[in-house]
């Protein structure tokens, strides 16, 4: 079945830091990708997409590539906040299912 | 415009008490969903919506009724709760269902059963 693995958090980084948070995911078909961010105390925002092999999403300086070799789409940023403080989920859509399959989720600190 | 509201915003309520949580959405999207989340974990799906009709109910205990009662509202008909039942209940919209769309979410109604 389908489903998303996530790195395992909390990640605390410094402000400027780079952050890689790993995602790699197993799906049946071809599926699109997302990562959302959850602010405290808030919903979900989509944060970037891909829909298909080699596209790369981005947003906010985030960018995470579709990487279907590797079956992965790892989220990446330069530079880090302290405003990047969240919890981010890399999560697939497949053709033909309703639900999103969501990863656990990492936590990302960022300290000044 | 990719919004999705929610209200209310903070709810509390007994478990005999009889409440509802309400979805809007202007983007023309025809499936609305509800999710719920406990802390530290992700959404889990409880019911989809696909053109006003009920398409996916995730074994969700009676207490919980959705109801959709145009293209752009969806409801989340709350009754005889338990306090397992406290979590943040999202809403969430796409193009069409199951389709690899875009799920857009709102900000959630945080719900405390006493």
């Known amino acids: 079945g389908d489903s998303v693995t996530q790195m395992e958090g909390p990640v605390t980084l410094s402000e400027e830091a780079f952050l890689t948070i790993n995602c790699t995911y197993t799906?049946?078909?071809?599926?699109?990708l997302f990562w959302y961010v959850q602010y405290p105390g808030e919903g979900l925002q989509l944060l970037l997409k891909?829909?298909?092999?080699?596209d790369k999403g981005s947003n906010k300086g985030f960018e995470a590539t579709y990487r279907k070799e590797t079956t992965s789409f790892h989220l990446e940023k330069g530079s880090v906040q302290v405003s990047d403080s969240a919890v981010y989920f890399c999560?697939?859509?497949?053709?033909?299912?309703?639900?999103?399959?969501f990863g656990t989720g990492t936590r990302l600190t960022v300290i000044p | 415009d990719t919004e999705v509201t929610q209200t209310p915003k903070h709810l509390v309520m007994g478990m005999t008490n009889k409440k509802s949580l309400k979805c809007e959405q202007h983007?023309?999207?025809?499936?609305m969903y509800w999710y719920k989340q406990k802390a530290k974990k992700p959404p889990e799906l409880m019911f989809v919506?696909?053109?006003?009709?009920?398409?996916i109910n995730e074994s969700v205990p009676s207490r919980f009724s959705p109801e959709c009662p145009n293209s752009s509202l969806l409801n989340l008909h709350l009754h005889a709760l338990q306090p397992e039942d406290s979590a943040l209940y999202l809403c969430?919209?796409?193009?069409?269902?199951?389709?690899?769309?875009?799920?857009?979410f709102g900000p959630g109604t945080r719900l405390t059963v006493l």
């Open positions: 969430a919209s796409s193009q069409i269902e199951a389709n690899r769309d875009t799920q857009y």
């Open positions: 799906a049946t078909g071809y599926p699109s």
């Open positions: 891909a829909t298909k092999a080699d």
């Open positions: 999560a697939l859509s497949e053709a033909g299912a309703n639900n999103l399959f």
């Open positions: 983007m023309g999207h025809r499936a």
């Open positions: 919506y696909s053109y006003e009709k009920l398409s």
